[in-house]
């Protein structure tokens, strides 16, 4: 299996442009979570998925922010308009969800840059 | 508050020792933790699980403690390799048994020759 993939894996944009980072999850997992990574904060979870389903947006930062999960081999997150402070890595992860705790699988990560 | 935390002072040892890493939390009643590994530039590496009610967890040169009581977990590699050094992460289930993990801020280790 191929893994995670995310593209692009670099973004440079400039404030206040539209900015979607894409996923695809390891095939068969069923569920799915995006993360944002700074020095500062650390690993934050911001939205996670369980069958295509939001199950917890709770650490999505603002309005800007929105992810969608059309189906089980995809999955979108988008920020507009984009901010320098928007900076940051950010991953994916996915992994199967049977009701009891599992490993997650992450990806390589988009690396934004908002000037 | 809710609060992870990891050594935030990088930890440098020596070829051959034991690195030991330390994983204190509060106002969390996690069902399991987990320990992961990150090199630069990529995305972390899931190492081992333990749960609430296992006191001890090994793998191969890595062992993982979990004390519910101290509210802390501490993983240890034996006979260290500089190939080891990297950032290591804890993260803990966040809905006492869903798939919801919540990261510390990470240690970074180096193994020195």
């Known amino acids: 299996d191929a893994g995670v993939i995310q593209s692009p894996r670099h973004e440079v944009t400039e404030m206040g442009q539209e900015v979607t980072l894409r996923c695809k999850p390891i095939s068969g997992h069923n569920s799915l979570f995006w993360y944002r990574q700074t020095m500062m904060r650390g690993l934050e979870l911001l939205i996670y998925f369980n069958n295509n389903v939001p199950i917890d947006d709770s650490g999505m930062p603002e309005d800007r922010f929105s992810a969608k999960m059309p189906n089980a081999s995809f999955s979108t997150l988008k920020i507009q308009p984009s901010e320098p402070r928007d900076s940051a890595v950010y991953f994916c992860?996915?992994?199967?969800?049977?009701?009891?705790?599992?490993?997650?699988?992450f990806g390589p990560g988009t690396r934004l840059t908002v000037l | 508050s809710q609060k992870i935390e990891q050594n935030s002072e990088a930890l440098n040892i020596q070829e051959g020792k034991t690195a030991t890493l330390t994983c204190n939390y509060t106002?969390?009643?996690?069902?399991?933790l987990q320990w992961y590994r990150q090199d630069p530039g990529r995305g972390p590496v899931f190492l081992l699980l333990i749960r609430e009610n296992e006191k001890e967890k090994r793998k191969e040169r890595l062992k993982v403690t979990f004390d519910t009581t101290l509210k802390q977990s501490l993983f240890h590699i034996t006979a260290s390799q500089p190939a080891d050094s990297a950032t290591y992460l804890c993260?803990?289930?966040?809905?006492?048994?869903?798939?919801?993990?919540?990261f510390g801020t990470g240690t970074q280790l180096k193994v020195e020759l």
């Open positions: 992860a996915s992994s199967f969800f049977a009701g009891a705790e599992g490993e997650q699988f």
């Open positions: 106002n969390y009643s996690p069902a399991y």
């Open positions: 993260a803990l289930d966040d809905t006492g048994g869903g798939n919801k993990l919540t």
